[in-house]
């Protein structure tokens, strides 16, 4: 009954809905991106662009949100980081050119920023050791939920009411939870803003978490798995480029999402009874085989058969990460952990969709694909030292 009234009780399920819409906005981009290369003449590179901003935007306040979860409540933060992201999603149905979109996705960076190292501190210190990895599953599942449907939903959109008016309608949802956040209830926090001294506290716990060399390894396998970052933006545009229609496309991208619904709980249930380097190992492992096959997948079929598993291997493998981070680490450090946790993953992965769209404008989807599959493999033998 316990173990019950933490998942229900707490405000996991809100935190686990705003981590859905989060992810809800980054999934619509790439059903968009055939129609803004069409309508705006941009390469690939462009496009990577746009979401290195997105990525790089927010990813470089990770550290920061994570340590003003010590100060102030996290609803607070999750709430109105939610509500400025969707309005600046909104920003994107007025632009003219390439740099009017890159301004709207660099400033939604901003206000995703609270949600991953906020989130998953505020998860870690809801739950018991023996419920954390399955507690952080559920909260990557239903973050999935949210990138499966909303490729779904939004390819129906976009043959009906355009891109524009697709991308208005999805800000509805983060405003109403955004401001829900407000009325959970949440203890005070223990510790008390003070300026400077704050900071220089900050960077006292940067420099002592660091010191711990198990931290440090698993930090390197995040800096690793970050160049692989994006990777699926390219799918629906790959797709298409291999003679599919954009609502084919979409269909597609949804399957690879949904295939990744319940691996986030698969992979979290399994590192919680075995060793949970070997399924970071496991997964990536697959992952590597799975990006190497994808462009040499000629027809929807085979697609499909590539498509499914890759989703499945690649999502929600980080969940078993934050479970080993926060199974090793002082309770009174998380927020620390995981904003630097999170800042190498978003800071270093908004470089690798530049990567990728630069291999495609160059090369060829072949070789970002292969590109994708090195680093997969590379993130396998560097997981093999988390012990």
Request: with cysteine.
């Amino acid at each position: 009954m316990e173990k019950r009234s933490r998942f229900l009780d707490s405000g996991f399920i809100l935190v686990s809905i705003s981590h859905a819409l989060n992810h809800a906005y980054e999934s619509l981009l790439p059903i968009l991106y055939p129609l803004l290369l069409s309508e705006f003449g941009l390469s690939y590179s462009l496009i990577g662009v746009i979401s290195m901003g997105y990525r790089l935007s927010g990813g470089s306040l990770q550290l920061l949100m994570g340590f003003l979860g010590r100060f102030f409540r996290r609803k607070y933060l999750l709430g109105f980081g939610l509500i400025w992201q969707s309005i600046s999603n909104s920003l994107m149905i007025f632009s003219q050119n390439f740099s009017h979109i890159l301004l709207s996705r660099s400033l939604a960076g901003i206000g995703s920023s609270p949600q991953h190292p906020t989130g998953s501190s505020y998860i870690a210190d809801t739950f018991q050791k023996n419920q954390l990895g399955k507690a952080l599953g559920i909260n990557l599942v239903i973050a999935s939920l949210g990138r499966f449907i909303t490729p779904f939903i939004g390819s129906l959109l976009l043959v009906t009411i355009g891109w524009r008016l697709t991308a208005l309608v999805f800000t509805i949802p983060g405003l109403l939870v955004g401001f829900l956040f407000l009325f959970i209830a949440e203890k005070k926090r223990l510790e008390r803003w003070s300026g400077l001294s704050s900071f220089k506290i900050m960077s006292k716990g940067v420099t002592s978490v660091l010191k711990d060399k198990l931290v440090l390894t698993v930090m390197i396998v995040e800096m690793i798995m970050a160049f692989r970052v994006g990777a699926s933006d390219f799918i629906p545009s790959f797709l298409i480029k291999a003679g599919l229609t954009p609502l084919e496309a979409g269909f597609l991208f949804t399957a690879y999402l949904g295939a990744g619904l319940p691996s986030p709980y698969v992979w979290g249930y399994l590192s919680d009874k075995f060793e949970r380097r070997k399924i970071v190992m496991l997964a990536m492992g697959l992952a590597a085989f799975l990006w190497y096959l994808l462009p040499y997948s000629e027809n929807y079929i085979s697609l499909l058969m590539v498509l499914v598993p890759l989703g499945f291997a690649c999502q929600g493998v980080g969940g078993v990460i934050q479970a080993f981070v926060a199974e090793v680490t002082l309770p009174e450090n998380r927020d620390i952990i995981y904003g630097i946790y999170y800042t190498l993953a978003f800071t270093l992965g908004s470089f690798s969709p530049v990567i990728i769209g630069y291999l495609a404008d160059s090369i060829g989807f072949q070789a970002s694909f292969t590109y994708v599959g090195i680093i997969s493999l590379s993130a396998v033998i560097a997981a093999y030292f988390m012990k």
